[in-house]
């Protein structure tokens, strides 16, 4: 097709159009990725948390009562280094191990609530201001942005294990 005909110069256009758009967002989500990291760092400085055992306590927090071996290909770290933030964790009365009930060799862990609080105070400045952003959005464009975010959530998990494989 001849790039002078207008149909060729507004395709054009529309794929230029595309990629800004895409690079947009690329970029959008590694400023949030740093600006989340940078939250999670202040957040464990307030409570004495190294980054590691903040993220442990969040995948904690959503995933469990978790057996450590879960936990640790969650965390994508090593057993051993994990049963050292576990350890920090425990001697900090954020988390407690139980025995499992279907397997009484096996360990389970869980948060202690009455702490995980403390987490919520310090992550309240920012849910106030997310629940603001999502008030100027219709309900439709919510679902959308939700399906966007679980989606790319879904596609670093992919690339995290396929780098943790190579």
Request: proline content about 4%; overall charge neutral; hydrophobic content about 40%.
């Amino acid at each position: 097709m001849d790039s002078t005909l207008p149909g060729a110069t507004s395709a054009a256009s529309a794929a230029r159009r595309r990629r800004r758009l895409n690079h947009r967002i690329r970029e959008g989500l590694r400023d949030l990725s740093v600006q989340l990291a940078l939250l999670n760092h202040q957040i464990g400085m307030h409570l004495d948390l190294r980054d590691t055992d903040l993220e442990c306590l969040d995948l904690i927090s959503r995933y469990g009562p978790i057996g450590p071996t879960a936990l640790a290909k969650r965390a994508g770290m090593h057993p051993a280094t994990l049963t050292g933030v576990l350890d920090r964790l425990e001697r900090g009365n954020w988390v407690v191990r139980t025995p499992n009930p279907t397997d009484r060799r096996a360990v389970l862990v869980q948060v202690v609530k009455e702490r995980a609080a403390e987490v919520t105070y310090l992550l309240s400045g920012l849910n106030t201001a997310v629940d603001g952003i999502c008030a100027e959005y219709d309900d439709d464009e919510l679902v959308l942005i939700a399906d966007f975010l679980l989606r790319t959530a879904r596609a670093g998990r992919i690339a995290t294990d396929e780098l943790a494989d190579s």
